[in-house]
């Protein structure tokens, strides 16, 4: 039965090559999750569309927006997605050249669109949103919206769109272009919607985002330069990312010299403290050696003569003290030298005479 099944299921049928081609040829989850994505996209701007708000009805309507322009940009990418997933799927194993070249074309834009519109202009869009709605939302998301915008429909456009991007670079290994191409790129983009902005302003005497007019001409023209460098900044965030994701060995070399980097900065700094730390204890040390001398020199300066002589007295009582009981160990040493070995003799002689010494001394002591 098993045989038969194999068979069965091995066999290629005649007149139906395309099935069995197909049943090959399956779907992944990852493509599958791409088109959940595209078709969450399509939902939110027809939905978003749908809204009649006053400001779709004025100069520009929706395209004024970057949000709009943003999904329009995320619907687009991931619907060249779906098509070169289904471009691989029919043209697997045909052996067409032509179509090969073809998906070759449908992959290379798919990922220039990623790195140059997708990535850069979703990240900034989530986060710019989000920093300007936490600091004051009347700027750039008046509580009036709510009214016309539900909540799901603003985190689908200004929260799952950073997710999904992230979701799709950690899925699928992307080719970025030559970094100088990249960043002219989206420097155009950003300077033309900049410019787009401020027609659309010259025209109808008003500004897309509310918070424009609240600062002055000066101020703009920093926030126009910094979203520009954001831009440019988050295209090379992207480069990174996607190397670091995808290129193990480059990463891992780089995650080797950063952590050797950090070894020997770290050897370095605990030397260079520990260097700090003796010098300062040396300080300290010699410091107080030289304050107990000085404490010392100073009280004996204080003492009147009458209390000088009493200390010499009594240290000179010390001493005598001590050559007594030095001399009393050397006398019963020679008493008990009779019938002793020739090196104990030597070394009852030897206390004799250190025992000699000590009364010397003593005896100057008494006299001084």
Known sequence: MTKV???????????????????????????????????????????????????????????????????????????????TDLSSLLTRGSGNQEQERQLKKLISLRDWMLAVLAFPVGVFVVAVFWIIYAYDREMIYPKLLDNFIPGWLNHGMHTTVLPFILIEMRTSHHQYPSRGSGLTAICTFSVGYILWVCWVHHVTGMWVYPFLEHIGPGARIIFFGSTTILM????????????????????????????????????RVQSYIDGIKADWLDSIRSQKEGDFRKEINKRWNNLSDGQRTQ??????????????????????????????????????????????????????????
């Open 5 to 83: 099944t194999k068979e069965m299921t091995t066999r290629r049928l005649p007149g139906r090559g395309r099935q069995w081609r197909a049943s090959a040829n399956r779907a992944h989850p990852v493509q599958v999750l791409r088109m959940a994505i595209l078709l969450s996209y399509c939902s939110i701007l027809c939905n978003y569309k749908a809204i009649e708000m006053p400001s779709h009805q004025t100069y520009g309507g929706s395209w004024k927006f970057l949000t709009f322009i943003d999904l329009v940009i995320q619907a687009v990418f991931f619907g060249i997605c779906v098509l």
């Open 232 to 267: 440019n900044f988050l295209y090379l965030l992207g480069e990174v990312l996607n190397n670091y994701i995808w290129d193990t060995q480059k990463s891992c070399a780089f995650g080797s010299a950063a952590f050797w980097q950090y070894e020997s900065l770290k050897s």
């Open 311 to 368: 200390i010499h007295s009594l240290r000179v009582m010390e001493i005598s003290h001590l050559n007594s009981n030095t001399l009393k160990v050397s006398k019963e040493k020679i008493r008990c030298m009779d019938g002793r070995s020739t090196s104990e003799a030597i070394v009852v002689a030897t206390a004799k005479q250190q025992a000699q010494r000590s009364n010397r001394w003593g005896q100057r002591h008494k006299q001084r």
